[in-house]
């Protein structure tokens, strides 16, 4: 006969396996501190970038009931940049670990090269063919032009309309014999 004494301790470890761990209010990741790091890494990695650079970092998810932790480490996912909508990541590299994602918004405005009337194939443009104006990079194509120097003498490759942003991919460099 079997005992049913004997099944109640691995059947009691499985039930509290079941239930999340609950963080006391001490013990408990507050959102500020995972803010301040998501927003120094965006300061930080957008540095570089061309123009004015803007950043927004959504709300951390309320439900979250992370141990707290000393350790927090920003990242930008694998596959992914910092530039229009997106994520940063926040691992905690403590005694206990944990990742999260925090949704943020990058806006990127610069000065962009557009056209100033429409331009045939194969005309070259001059300056009167171009103007600077201030555009949002993060809703633009890639290899949008930043500057007038970068399609003055180039030839259009394609017809563009008038007040179209000029792009790196429909230009192409005179031939030289």
Known sequence: MINKLSFYPAGLLLL????????SGAERQEALPIRKAVENHLRRETAGLPGTVSF???????????????????????????WGNTSVGIRCNGATRWSIYVPVEVRV????????????????IVDGDIILQ??????????VLTEKRQAVGKTVTGTI?????????????????
């Open 16 to 23: 509290m396996a079941s239930f999340p761990v609950i963080v």
């Open 56 to 82: 927004a970092v959504g709300a951390v998810d309320a439900q979250l009931n992370l141990p707290a932790c000393t350790a927090l480490d920003p990242f930008t996912p694998a596959g992914s940049r910092l």
């Open 109 to 124: 405005v610069a000065d962009v090269v557009h056209s100033t009337r429409p331009l045939a194939q194969n005309q070259p």
């Open 134 to 143: 201030k555009a949002d990079l993060t809703r633009l194509p890639a290899g």
């Open 161 to 177: 309309g008038g007040g179209q942003p000029l792009r790196h991919d429909s230009l192409r460099s005179p031939i030289v014999i």
